[in-house]
């Protein structure tokens, strides 16, 4: 089972090429994201919307400039504040964030499939870039556990996905948020949900990345 998307989450990055033209490069984010340390131990960063087109934003952290990078959380796109919370004292942090997009499956329910038809044989997977829903994960299934948990099953019809995002809307909610993460070429997953999650609706995306911004840094003080 897959960890619930979480602080100190990995980010999965892969690139690879690609046999049919893609959709255009996504654009470069403005470079506006701020770290700011507002406690001795705490840092919120701010970063701007980005690509109208991206799905949402990937934050990540690391404590050289260098790396190792660390995912922090996927977001939104309407979110763009994070607050770093309750960090190891008088040390530095560095962090970067990055747009992402990926065509979406469509809205499924826990005991629902997607009707047959829609998954693609490998040999005809398209690039994630390509416009429309060609490479979109086809065939998925949300199955209930009596544990409380939902196993995700789906066909991937992309070739060079960087992972799948599953993304949740809870009920009386009006959009979708990401929940968890997968590798490239996963077909599978499970999730258990929370109180406030049981009646929601899932959707599966075939993952890619936009440019990374610059890397701001500051370090904690003394606790």
């Given at each position: 089972m897959k960890t619930r998307l979480a602080l100190g989450a990995l980010a999965v990055l892969f690139t690879a090429g690609c046999s049919a033209a893609p959709a255009a490069a996504p654009a470069p984010p403005a470079h506006g994201l701020t770290?700011?340390?507002?406690?001795?131990?705490?840092?919120?960063?701010r970063w701007p919307a980005g690509d109208p087109a991206?799905?949402?934003h990937l934050l990540e952290y690391a404590n050289s400039a260098g790396g190792p990078w660390t995912a922090?959380?996927?977001?939104?796109?309407?979110?763009?504040?994070?607050?770093?919370?309750?960090?190891?004292p008088e040390t530095p942090f560095f962090y970067r964030v990055r747009d992402f997009f990926g065509p979406v499956s469509a809205v499924v329910q826990p005991g629902s499939v997607v009707p047959p038809g829609r998954?693609?044989?490998?040999?005809?997977?398209?690039?994630?870039?390509t416009p429309g829903d060609a490479a979109a994960p086809g065939d998925v299934t949300v199955v209930p556990a009596e544990d409380s948990s939902v196993h995700f099953t789906w066909a991937d019809?992309?070739?060079?996905?960087?992972?799948?995002?599953?993304?949740i809307r809870k009920p009386g909610v009006a959009g979708f948020v990401?929940?968890?993460?997968t590798g490239p070429?996963?077909?599978?997953?499970?999730?258990?949900?929370l109180p406030d999650e049981q009646?929601?609706?899932?959707?599966?995306?075939?993952?890619?990345?936009?440019?990374l911004s610059p890397v701001v840094n500051r370090t904690t003080g003394k606790d």
């Open positions: 770290a700011t340390l507002t406690t001795p131990t705490d840092i919120d960063l991206a799905a949402g922090l959380q996927y977001f939104p796109r309407s979110r763009t504040t994070y607050r770093h919370p309750d960090l190891i998954a693609t044989p490998p040999a005809a997977a398209v690039p994630a870039r019809r992309s070739i060079d996905e960087a992972g799948f995002l599953v993304e990401p929940v968890e993460i070429n996963t077909t599978t997953c499970a999730l258990s949900l009646g929601s609706t899932f959707r599966v995306r075939a993952l890619y990345y936009g440019p």
